[in-house]
């Protein structure tokens, strides 16, 4: 080093980009109140609704219990966690049986729970789902 002093300017251009670089990591916290989950899968069993809302063949997400749901051949169902394994957002929409992340792109199998798409490589948790009275219910002891 020259021993000379640091002039302002470089300095608060590294202020900024520490700030923005803290605003990318707050924005992937789970934490966060951006979106994200603060657990993965329900905690407790949670009635979804009527079973014939899922179409046979079809997906359908229950996002505000962070759950999705399949229906592979009648009265067969499958659920996982509609929770992005990469950073932890809850998964927006399903197309085709393809949910979507919406905060970095990630897109996951809704009949099996695979990623299909990055930044997230592993799969979505399985959640226990059952059928009572023609009412879904997701979640332990489902």
Request: charge should be positive; aromatic fraction near 2%; include cysteine.
């Given at each position: 080093?020259?021993?000379?002093?640091?002039?302002?300017?470089?300095?608060?251009?590294?202020?900024?980009?520490?700030?923005?670089?803290?605003?990318?990591?707050?924005?992937?916290?789970?934490?966060?109140?951006?979106?994200?989950?603060?657990?993965?899968?329900?905690?407790?069993?949670?009635?979804?609704?009527?079973?014939?809302?899922?179409?046979?063949?079809?997906?359908r997400?229950?996002?505000?219990?962070?759950?999705?749901?399949?229906?592979?051949?009648?009265?067969?169902?499958?659920?996982?966690?509609?929770?992005?394994?990469?950073?932890?957002?809850?998964?927006?929409?399903?197309?085709?049986?393809?949910?979507?992340?919406?905060?970095?792109?990630?897109?996951?199998?809704?009949?099996?729970?695979?990623?299909?798409?990055?930044?997230?490589?592993?799969?979505l948790?399985?959640?226990?789902?059952?059928?009572e009275?023609?009412?879904?219910?997701?979640?332990?002891?489902?």
């Amino acid at each position: 080093m020259s021993g000379q002093p640091t002039p302002r300017r470089t300095v608060l251009k590294g202020a900024a980009l520490a700030g923005a670089a803290g605003l990318g990591v707050a924005a992937c916290s789970t934490e966060s109140k951006l979106g994200h989950a603060q657990t993965p899968t329900p905690t407790a069993p949670v009635a979804l609704g009527d079973a014939s809302a899922v179409p046979v063949g079809g997906s359908r997400l229950y996002r505000e219990q962070r759950v999705v749901v399949s229906c592979p051949a009648e009265g067969q169902y499958k659920a996982f966690s509609a929770q992005c394994t990469h950073a932890g957002c809850v998964l927006d929409k399903v197309e085709a049986n393809e949910g979507n992340c919406p905060c970095h792109g990630s897109r996951f199998d809704t009949t099996t729970g695979q990623a299909l798409n990055g930044p997230a490589t592993a799969p979505l948790p399985a959640v226990p789902v059952k059928v009572e009275n023609g009412k879904l219910i997701a979640g332990p002891d489902a």
